[in-house]
T-cell receptor, first 114, second 115 residues
Framework: DAGVTQSPTHLIKTRGQQVTLRCSPKSGHDTVSWYQQALGQGPQFIFQYYEEEERQRGNFPDRFSGHQFPNYSSELNVNALLLGDSALYLC?????????????FGPGTRLTVT | AQKITQTQPGMFVQEKEAVTLDCTYDTSDQSYGLFWYKQPSSGEMIFLIY??????QNATEGRYSLNFQKARKSANLVISASQLGDSAMYFC????????????FGAGTQVVVTP
């Protein structure tokens, strides 16, 4: 049973560029959430996708956008990168109908903006 | 709004001993869930244990147990019989029961298990 997968593992971008991160949820899960974790801090919720729509959004600017595909996989796009966007980006999947189970996280994508 | 506070930035524990990690929370939701995650140096967040706000019994999962005191708004994690592989960052998180997406995490507690 494959868990949550993310690609790429590491990424280095230049300030002002755009980046796309990808996530495939755990088998049987239909909900994908994205989190940003800066060094030494807890993860911060970016947004959540369910049924190909953004259902909830955290306190992040519009430079952060996403998409969910019919197979439940998801992309996170960040435009006009800033140095402060350097972080570990975590994708988490869950089942929309499961009120008890926790969210399962992928290994993350380490983004460095120079 | 929800808030999680983890006041212990770091802890050392000897192998085979038990350790308690503190977590207090604040929320205006009547129904909510509390979670603990483990994050080793590799970066992956590993789900450990869950407690629903209306659950009357404290949750247990193997060597992990959650000491839930609703009136005090605390949800401490107890790891029994610590192992070297337990060395990691531990995060407490809270989320509303109408949506699991928006988890609010604490700052984490670094645990180091020594032989």
């Amino acid at each position: 049973d494959a868990g949550v997968t993310q690609s790429p593992t590491h990424l280095i971008k230049t300030r002002g560029q755009q980046v796309t991160l990808r996530c495939s949820p755990k088998s049987g899960h239909d909900t994908v959430s994205w989190y940003q974790q800066a060094l030494g801090q807890g993860p911060q919720f970016i947004f959540q996708y369910y049924e190909e729509e953004e259902r909830q959004r955290g306190n992040f600017p519009d430079r952060f956008s996403g998409h969910q595909f019919p197979n439940y996989s998801s992309e996170l796009n960040v435009n006009a990168l800033l140095l402060g966007d350097s972080a570990l980006y975590l994708c988490a999947s869950s089942s929309g109908g499961d009120r008890v189970g926790g969210q399962y996280f992928g290994p993350g994508t380490r983004l460095t903006v120079t | 709004a929800q808030k999680i506070t983890q006041t212990q930035p770091g802890m050392f524990v000897q192998e085979k001993e038990a350790v308690t990690l503190d977590c207090t929370y604040d929320t205006s939701d009547q129904s909510y869930g509390l979670f603990w995650y483990k994050q080793p140096s590799s970066g992956e967040m590993i789900f450990l244990i869950y407690q629903g706000s209306y659950d009357e019994q404290n949750a247990t999962e193997g060597r992990y147990s959650l000491n839930f005191q609703k009136a005090r708004k605390s949800a401490n994690l107890v790891i029994s019989a610590s192992q070297l592989g337990d060395s990691a960052m531990y995060f407490c998180a809270i989320g509303p029961t109408d949506s699991w997406g928006k988890l609010q995490f604490g700052a984490g507690t670094q645990v180091v298990v020594t032989p």
